[in-house]
């Protein structure tokens, strides 16, 4: 009986041993982003040590992560995908896990999907970065419109949209607020002759901060991080108004650790984490409780932004052949 009992207690020790092994293999998460470099080291190292789930990063443009995630769906390879936009959100929705996270109510309804699919995380403003040792207080612009001054040929920076989702947002913006029609479209035009187009957006504000442009059009939390680093770059936000442009994350259906897939999207929206985000990598927040006024940049709150109309949905659908005019514009002002 004793040799039985002994046995059997040997037996329960493997097996327990096993399911704790195993337990301790599932304690990862695998996420898709595409977000910058700095961003993910920052919050992945920050996640694993509050949580103990080890992040396997999958680091690519969103076009490429939710080819990716499609490509993958009959045996899906990630867990959470994480920094792409609203548009993409929405497109690839049927891909992904519903849930609520603990943050939701602290995320406003117009930064959320309303049955729980994705949930907003980054706000990206669209502005004009200026270096101020390069331009003159006095002959520094302040709307869109003063941009097609001839007398910033070729000085305003700009990504060509055929590589940048904000780029593309930005120039639909000002054929909407130039326009409508034919004559909005003239002065996109117009503004695509002053700009230099740049095949990457961090090339935008890099020109800027180094002084190889006086102008850049470009997404807000760089001029911030540029300028909170001693460059010469101020933020400017456009008198006609300017959008947000959303990054969410969503739950990918099927992956193979939802449940740490689950504490990665309720880690990612805390406060304290939120405001660790800004205070390193200035990201504005979804959510809009942060004091900015405590948090270093100065910042000015969402609320005090003034905010141009933009229908993202007509635009995202009309996209590929709104993508050809750009690009025939381009062409005929280079």
């Not at 039985?4 to 040997?10: P, R, V």
């Not at 293999?25 to 919050?43: F, G, H, K, M, P």
């Not at 699919?117 to 006095?138: D, F, M, R, S, Y």
């Not at 002959?139 to 097609?148: F, H, N, Q, S, Y």
């Amino acid at each position: 009986m004793r040799a039985w009992a002994g046995a059997s207690a040997l037996v329960l020790a493997l097996i327990g041993g096993w399911s704790g092994a195993l337990h301790a293999q599932t304690r990862q998460v695998v996420i898709y982003s595409a977000n910058e470099s700095v961003l993910d080291t920052l919050v992945f190292a920050s996640f694993e040590k509050a949580t103990g789930i080890k992040v396997q990063p999958v680091e690519a443009g969103s076009g490429v992560l939710v080819k990716r995630i499609t490509t993958e769906k009959d045996r899906p390879q990630g867990d959470v995908v994480w920094g792409i936009s609203r548009s993409l959100l929405e497109t690839t929705r049927g891909h992904f896990q519903a849930y609520r996270s603990q943050q939701r109510d602290a995320i406003p309804a117009e930064f959320r999907d309303p049955d729980d699919l994705w949930i907003g995380n980054n706000l990206h403003l669209l502005v004009i970065l200026e270096n101020t040792k390069q331009v003159a207080a006095a002959e520094a612009p302040r709307a869109w419109a003063d941009l097609l001054e001839p007398r910033w040929r070729g000085k305003i920076a700009f990504t060509d949209p055929a590589n940048s989702g904000s780029a593309y947002t930005n120039t639909t913006l000002l054929a909407d607020l130039w326009g409508p029609g034919e004559p909005g479209w003239a002065k996109v035009a117009a503004f695509f002759r002053n700009a230099k187009m740049l095949n990457k957006s961090s090339l935008v504000f890099q020109g800027v901060g180094n002084g190889e442009y006086p102008l850049g059009v470009s997404l807000e939390y760089a001029g911030y991080v540029w300028a909170s680093n001693g460059a010469p770059v101020k933020v400017v936000y456009p008198s006609e108004g300017t959008v947000v442009a959303m990054e969410g994350c969503a739950i990918i259906k099927g992956g193979p650790n939802t449940e740490s897939a689950k504490a990665f999207v309720d880690f990612i929206n805390r406060k304290d984490v939120r405001e660790l985000i800004f205070t390193k990598t200035f990201r504005r927040p979804a959510r809009q409780d942060l004091d900015f006024a405590k948090l270093p940049g100065g910042m000015p709150p969402l609320s005090a932004i003034k905010l141009a109309r933009y229908d993202e949905a007509a635009w995202t659908a009309q996209r590929p052949a709104t993508m050809a005019k750009i690009q025939d514009l381009i062409e005929q002002t280079r």
